[in-house]
């Protein structure tokens, strides 16, 4: 019959298990086993703490790759957008008010404005050629000089009607080329508005140089009219007054002798 052992020394076996369980934190590495089922994991807090760290960082780095990615994506996009070419052209309308107003001075009655061809009329009807020749020439040069001078006048009155006439069309394209401005998406069609309203600029400033050369034109032409005219006036006197040549005295008979 085997004997129970007493009760003061169970207690006092409890007491050292207890204590050995307690020491074995300090005595043992900060791994940490775990026992279930039929397999064993190890815990270990520093290793897992580096790996959370080398995971942050490598998190870190891809939301920094994907900022890069986005901050591409939005300057190709903005590079798309400077290079959008502007949808509005005021270039056929302005060269057809350009044409317009040179179809008006090539048109124009009288003196044309050609070098040569302003030569070769002075030389025979202006100046001293309009004092030349016989009366019912030099009458024929002065009706064909005053309608050449009417016809200038009438071709400036027609060219400024012209200009003006163009006026509402360049107030149009004005206010269409301000808005595409205002509205331009791009550095591109921001420049296209800008080269535009330049044009049409320039366009204007053509109008008032062909006024003011179709004006100045009818003024020269009558001014040059009038001067050949006093010559032709001056000519003309001079052969009225021309008689022959000097009186010379004769012997006088008288009757009967």
Known sequence: MTRTPDRPSRKLAATALVGALALTPVLTT???????????IVYDPRNHAENI???????EQINNQIAQLQNEA??????????????HSSLARLREAVGE??????????????????EEAFSEDYGAAAAQGAFDAMIDGARRRW?????GFEAALRVQAG??????????????LVRESQGA????????????????????????????????RAVTMEAV???????????????????????EPSPVRLFGE
């Open 30 to 40: 900060p791994a940490l086993a775990f026992f279930g089922g039929g397999g064993r």
């Open 53 to 59: 760290l080398s995971a942050a960082r490598a998190l």
């Open 74 to 87: 939005r300057m190709l996009m903005n590079d798309t957008l400077n290079l959008a070419h502007l949808p």
């Open 101 to 118: 107003t040179q179809a008006l001075l090539d048109g124009a009655g009288g003196l044309a404005f050609d070098v040569a061809a302003i």
């Open 147 to 151: 309608e050449m001078s009417v016809a």
């Open 163 to 176: 200009v003006v006439g163009n006026i509402e069309a360049s107030r149009a394209e004005m206010g269409a």
């Open 185 to 216: 998406v791009g550095a591109l069609q921001a420049a296209q508005a800008g080269n535009q309203l330049l044009a049409l600029q320039s366009a204007q400033l053509s109008d008032l140089a062909a006024a003011i050369a179709a004006q100045n």
């Open 225 to 247: 009219r009038a001067a050949s005219a006093e010559a032709q006036a001056r000519e003309a006197l001079a052969r009225f007054l021309d008689y022959g040549g000097g009186y």
